[in-house]
C-alpha cells in the first residue's frame, strides 16, 4: 500500500456505511417470506441471514471485479468522485425504507457512479457495453425468469402435495423453506457484499493505494462482510412487512418455492459476474409465487408503487450523485458540506421513521386495504370445497371483513367482500 490518505479513509468509512444499508435494505429479500408464514422468529430468521452473508462475501469477487474494472475508466475516476456515488446510493436506500419499498440497492450504487463519473469526466469514461449487458439486461430478464419459476414452483409443489398429509407437509415445506432462505442469504453475500467490495477496489487504485486491475484485498472482503452482516441482523423491518405480506399472502409451499428460484438466480448472476438486483429477483419471485397458488392474488398496488421506485432508482441516485460530485470539485470545503448534508439528511430521514416504528414485534401486521385490482380477482375467484360453515376462503387477503354463510349459501365466499348496499331477503 503507497499512500491511504484522508479523503480516501472518508470514501472507505461511507462505503462500509453503504454496506451497512445494503444490508438491512435487502433482509427482506432473504426472510420476508420465512417470517410471514412463520417458518422462522423474526429475529432468529435475520441472524441467521446476517451469518450467511458474511459466508457468501468470502465465496467470489467476478462481481466485485464488474465493479472496480468494468464498469467506468478508473483512469478518470478520483476518490471523491466515489464519495458523491456513496452519497447518492445511500440516501436513496434510506428513502426507500423510510417508505417501506424495496428497491435496488446495486441499481442505487450504479447510479451513483454513473452519475458521479459523468460530472467528473464524461459520458466516456462510463462502459456503456458494461452497464448494458452486466447491469441493465439483468436488471429486466432476472425478474422475469425468477417470477415464472416460482410460479411453475408452486403449481408444481400443490400438485404434488395432493395426497400428502396436510400437517406433515407443511412442515416440511417450512424446513425447505428455512432451507432455501439460508441458500438466499448465502447467495446474497456472494452478490451484494462485492459491490461494496468493487466501489472500495476502485476507490484505493484511484488513490494510488493499489495497483489498477488488483483483485479486492483481504481486509476489504472482511470489512465488507462485516458491514453488511451487521446490517441484516438489525432487519429492515419496513421492507420485510412489504414483501412478506404486502405484496401477497404466501403458504410455506410458495415461499419453499419462491426463495428457491431467487437463490438459484442470484448464485448464477454470481457465478457469471452480472450485477444484479437481488431485490428485483426476489420481488419477480414472490409475485410469480403468489398467482402460482389457485386463487391467490398479488396486491398490483403495491406492485406498481415498487415498479415506479425501481425505474426512479437509477436516474435519481445520478443525479444526486452528479450534484455531489459537483461540489466535491469546490474543494475541500465543497467535500465537507456534501458530507454534512449527508449525515444530517440521514439523521433527519431516521427520525421521521421513528413516528410509527416497525420491527420485530409488529412486522407481520398489514395496514394497508386491498387494492381495486385485488378486491376484483378475488371476486371471481371459484370457491374452495369447503363446507358453508366455514370462515372466509384461506386465501381472503388482510383487512377483509369477516364473512359468514347461512346454511344453505349457494353463493361464492368472495361475494361477501362487497359490503351489500340493502339486508338480504332472507332476513327482513
Known sequence: MESFSLILAIVVVTALAFDFTNGFHDTANAMATTISTGALRPKVAVALSAALNLVGAFLSVEVANTISKGLVDESGIRPEVIFAALVGAILWNLLTWLVGLPSSSSHALMGGLIGATVASAGFGAVHGDALVTKVLLPAVAAPVVAGVAALAGTRLSYVLGRRADGKAAEKGYRVGQIASAGLVSLAHGTNDAQKTMGVITLALVAGGAVAPDSDPPTWVILSAGLAIALGTYLGGWRIIR?????????????????????????LASSHLGFSLSTTHVVSGSVMGAGLGRKGGVVRWSTATRMLVAWALTLPAAALVGAGAEWLTGLGDWGTALVAVFLVASSAGIWLVSRRQVVDHTNVNEVE?????????????????????????????????????????????????????????????
Open 242 to 266: 412489504t414483501m412478506g405480506k404486502g405484496l401477497t399472502d404466501l403458504a410455506p409451499q410458495q415461499g419453499f418455492a419462491a426463495q428457491t428460484s431467487a437463490a438459484t438466480a442470484i
Open 368 to 428: 394497508q386495504p386491498a387494492g381495486v385490482v385485488t378486491t376484483a380477482i378475488a371476486a371471481v375467484t371459484p370457491p374452495p370445497t369447503v363446507s358453508a360453515a366455514s370462515a372466509a376462503p384461506a386465501d381472503a387477503e388482510a383487512g377483509d371483513p369477516p364473512v359468514t354463510f347461512p346454511a344453505q349459501a349457494t353463493a361464492p365466499p368472495a361475494a361477501a367482500t362487497t359490503e351489500p348496499t340493502a339486508p338480504p331477503a332472507a332476513a327482513v
